[in-house]
C-alpha cells in the first residue's frame, strides 16, 4: 500500500493564510480533498496523512471532519496548544477521534531558536506520549541543536522531522546539517520525511540531484525502515507536480529491496501513525 505521510487541506483566506505570499499564487486558492483524490488516483497512491497548516484546534477539528467523509484520509497529524493548562482536557475530548494520530506545532516559525526544550512544551509532549499520539517536529537546520537535545527526553514517544528539516538545497550547504541529522538518527524512535524538498529547492532550477547528498544522508542515518515518503501537497506544486515529487523518491529507492521500497513508500508510515 503506498501512502502519501504528509498533506495538507484548506479553504484559502488571505488572513489566516498570510504564509501564502503572492510568488506563491497557485496556492491561494482552495485544496479539499476532492482535488487530491484524482491526483493520488493518477499516481497510485492508496492514502494520505492531513498534516495541520492552520495553529488552530478549528483546524482539527476540519482535517477530522473531512478524513471522517473521505476514508482515503487514512490518518490526521493536528494542532493543540500544548503548553496549555488545560491539554489534558482537551487530549481526553480529541482521544475519541479514530482518525486523530498526532499533533505538529510550527515550531519552524518560533523566533526562539530553543522553543523546543521549553518547560511547559515538553509538559506537553509528555503529555501526548501518556496518549499515545506522535509528534511531528518541524523546524529549519538553525534548530536542529534543539532537535539534537529534545529527542532523547522522549524514548517512549513517536517522533518525526518533517521535511528533512528543510536542509540548505540551494547553496548545498550540508555540513552542519549533516551532523545533527546524524545524532538525531541515533535514536531509534525517530523518523523522518522525505517531503518538502522542491520547495526548499530553487524553484525553477532544481533537479534530482541536488537532493541526492541529503537523501544519502537520511538514509544512512535512519535506515529505510524509518523514512516515510510525503509529498507537501498542495505546497509542492510551487516548484513541481505531484508525479515530479513522487518521482525523485521513487527514483532514489530504486536500488533498495522491493520491501525497502513498500517501507518507505508507505508501511512505514501505517507503523508509525498506526493507521
Not at 63 to 75: K, Y
Amino acid at each position: 500500500m503506498v501512502i502519501d505521510a504528509h498533506q495538507h487541506f484548506w479553504h484559502y483566506h488571505p488572513v489566516k493564510d498570510a504564509w501564502i505570499t503572492d510568488d506563491m499564487k497557485v496556492l491561494q486558492d482552495n485544496f479539499l480533498p476532492e482535488h487530491l483524490l484524482p491526483v493520488l488516483q493518477e499516481n497510485s497512491v492508496d492514502g494520505c496523512v492531513a498534516v495541520q497548516a492552520d495553529q488552530s484546534e478549528n483546524e482539527t477539528a476540519f482535517l477530522l471532519e473531512l478524513a471522517d467523509q473521505h476514508h482515503f484520509i487514512r490518518g490526521v497529524v493536528g494542532w493543540i496548544d500544548l503548553r496549555a493548562e488545560d491539554l489534558e482536557a482537551r487530549l481526553e475530548y480529541f482521544k475519541q477521534f479514530r482518525a486523530l494520530k498526532g499533533f505538529r506545532h510550527i515550531v519552524q516559525g518560533e523566533p526562539d531558536p530553543s522553543f523546543l526544550l521549553r518547560d511547559d512544551f515538553c509538559r506537553g509532549i509528555n503529555m501526548l506520549a501518556r496518549y499515545n499520539f506522535t509528534y511531528d517536529i518541524l523546524v529549519y537546520p538553525v534548530q536542529l541543536p534543539a532537535v539534537a537535545a529534545f529527542v532523547p527526553k522522549f524514548p517512549e514517544m513517536r517522533l518525526v522531522i518533517d521535511h528533512l528539516a528543510k536542509p540548505y538545497f540551494k547553496t548545498g550547504d550540508i555540513s552542519s546539517w549533516e551532523t545533527h541529522m546524524r545524532a538525531i538518527a541515533q535514536h531509534p524512535h525517530v523518523y523522518c520525511k522525505l517531503s518538502g524538498m522542491v520547495t526548499e529547492a530553487d524553484w525553477q532550477k532544481w533537479e534530482p540531484a541536488h537532493f541526492t547528498p541529503f537523501l544519502d544522508v537520511a538514509l544512512e542515518a535512519f535506515g529505510p525502515e524509518r523514512l516515510m515518503f510525503g509529498s507537501d501537497w498542495p505546497v509542492c506544486k510551487v516548484a513541481g507536480t505531484y508525479a515530479e515529487v513522487k518521482g525523485i523518491i521513487k527514483d532514489y529507492i530504486s536500488r533498495l529491496s522491493e520491501t525497502e521500497q513498500a517501507g518507505i513508500m508507505g508501511g512505514n508510515a501505517i507503523r508509525f501513525y498506526g493507521l
